[in-house]
């Protein structure tokens, strides 16, 4: 079983930035790909950005340029550095990690971007 643990969300201006974390544990981890994934309300959960295990990054088209994914492949860790930030990513943000072949999910943290 994996654990996943998120912090780092919150409340920012619009053009201000956050920078959220999401750290897995367990026993037997071999941690492939890692991603974030959001959901505003009404609307479908999307990817966000994503890093396989040989660091290669994919973004939504909508944080290209503003948002960098990273992870640290030591404390099985993965980043999300948000930049620039828009009143329309505002959304609940989930980690989201593939342990081997199966896939895991964090509880979600709340950015709000808002004056």
């Known amino acids: 079983q994996v654990q996943l643990v998120e912090s780092g969300g919150g409340l920012v201006q619009p053009g201000g930035s956050l920078r959220l974390s999401c750290a897995a544990s367990g026993r037997n981890l071999y941690v492939n790909a890692m991603g974030w994934y959001r959901q505003a309300p009404g609307k479908q959960r999307e990817l966000v950005a994503s890093?396989?295990?040989?660091?290669?990054?994919n973004y939504a088209g909508s944080v290209k340029g503003r948002f960098t994914i990273s992870r640290d492949y030591v404390k099985n860790t993965v980043y999300l550095q948000m930049t620039s930030l828009k009143p329309e990513d505002t959304a609940v943000y989930y980690c989201?990690?593939?342990?081997?072949?199966?896939?895991?999910w964090g509880q979600g943290t709340q950015v709000t971007v808002s004056s």
């Open positions: 890093i396989t295990r040989g660091g290669g990054t």
């Open positions: 989201n990690v593939y342990n081997y072949l199966s896939e895991y």
